[in-house]
């Protein structure tokens, strides 16, 4: 069983910074695609991802501003975020893909929320 824990959200002022963290409990966690979505009210969106290999995608909303990484050593995927808009206001949860010959497995954290506002 694999259980993703996120930290780092928290109140900020319009155009600060946040780095999300999520940590995976578990031995797939290097072989798992790692991505972040984000649930505002009537609107949830996947904000960025970072694949197995290291390759990293982003939402339109967020590119430029937004960083995603992973650490395979410490089993978390962190999410670097900067020039924060209200619009960016929402919960965030990370989330883990695993794929092997049985199928493809999908785990969720349990959120974290982020308040852009002055």
């Known amino acids: 069983q694999v259980?993703?824990?996120e930290s780092g959200g928290g109140l900020v002022q319009p155009g600060g910074s946040l780095r999300l963290s999520c940590a995976a409990s578990g031995n797939i966690?290097?072989?798992?695609?790692?991505t972040w979505h984000r649930q505002a009210p009537g609107q949830r969106e996947l904000v960025a991802g970072i694949g197995s290999g290291g390759t990293t995608n982003y939402a339109d909303s967020v590119k430029g501003r937004f960083t995603i990484s992973r650490?395979?050593?410490k089993n978390t995927v962190y999410l670097q975020m900067n020039s924060l808009?209200?619009?960016?206001?929402?919960v965030y949860y990370c989330h883990a893909r695993y794929s092997s010959w049985l199928g493809a497995f999908d785990y969720w954290g349990q959120g974290t929320?982020?308040?852009?506002s002055s």
């Not at 966690?29 to 790692?34: G, K, Q």
């Not at 808009?85 to 929402?90: C, F, N, Y």
């Not at 929320?113 to 852009?116: C, F, L, M, S, W």
Request: hydrophobic fraction near 35%; glycine fraction near 0%; avoid cysteine.
């Open 113 to 116: 929320q982020v308040t852009v």
């Open 29 to 34: 966690f290097s072989r798992s695609d790692m």
């Open 71 to 73: 650490d395979n050593a």
């Open 3 to 5: 259980q993703l824990v």
């Open 85 to 90: 808009k209200p619009e960016d206001t929402a």
